[in-house]
């Protein structure tokens, strides 16, 4: 009996004894490892702190860029489309409808709604938007983002090809007092003559 004791308490020592050193290995892994991080930084280490410095500058400069258009937006529209929570909303709505993204635009348009926003102001925003169509690049998120701002703060903008061929006509005929005689047709090609047999 005294033999089966001291075998289960060998046991017991054993395991004990195992799970200690397997332990003191692990502590001593990690001050191995939290040493080798607090010595000198390599050129590596050096470029990784930098790069995030960089992120907080450009993320600070792109907060104070839309503070700076929802600025812009509350000056030039009056009443609630120019309020910033409509502003940001109504942006993101047409954003979305351009990338045929609707279910996601409808529940954007659901809180657009529930702020007291005027709906018929995406709706101007997203036809001045289509107009411009062409001279959005959909590689480059910039493009769009500019172009639905600047057609948020003025829905009635053309774009530049059509608003200087329609002022080049309206300009000459100004320039030109004199009446310009009007072009004759020309004249129909008379049919040719069958042969005769």
């Known amino acids: 009996m005294r033999q089966r004791v001291f ?17 003191c290995l692990l502590v ?23 790069q995030p410095a960089d992120a907080a500058a450009k993320d600070a400069a792109q907060n104070q860029r839309r503070t700076d258009e929802f600025a812009e937006a509350a ?3 009056n009443g609630p489309a120019g309020n910033p929570e409509c502003v940001w909303l109504g942006r993101r709505v047409v954003r979305l409808m351009w990338r045929d993204d609707l279910d996601t635009a409808f529940r954007h348009l659901d809180l657009y709604d529930r702020f007291g926003c005027p709906g ?3 709706q101007a925003a997203f036809r001045c938007l289509t107009r411009f169509g062409g001279q959005i690049d959909p590689k480059v998120a910039e493009t769009l983002d500019s ?3 600047a057609c948020w703060i003025n829905p009635a903008s053309q774009p530049q ?6 002022a080049q ?3 000459s005929a100004a320039s030109n007092a004199q009446p310009q005689p009007a072009a004759s047709p020309s004249p129909a090609a008379s049919p040719t003559p069958a042969p005769q047999k």
């Open 7 to 23: 075998e289960s308490r060998n046991a017991v020592l054993r395991q004990f004894a195992a799970t200690l050193a397997v332990s």
């Open 28 to 50: 001593l892994a990690g001050f191995g490892s939290a040493s080798a991080q607090s010595g000198s930084p390599t050129p590596d280490q050096g470029k990784a702190a930098a």
């Open 75 to 77: 000056q030039v529209i």
């Open 120 to 122: 018929g102001h995406i």
């Open 147 to 149: 172009r639905v701002h």
């Open 161 to 166: 090809q059509a608003a200087a061929s329609g």
């Open 169 to 171: 006509p309206a300009a």
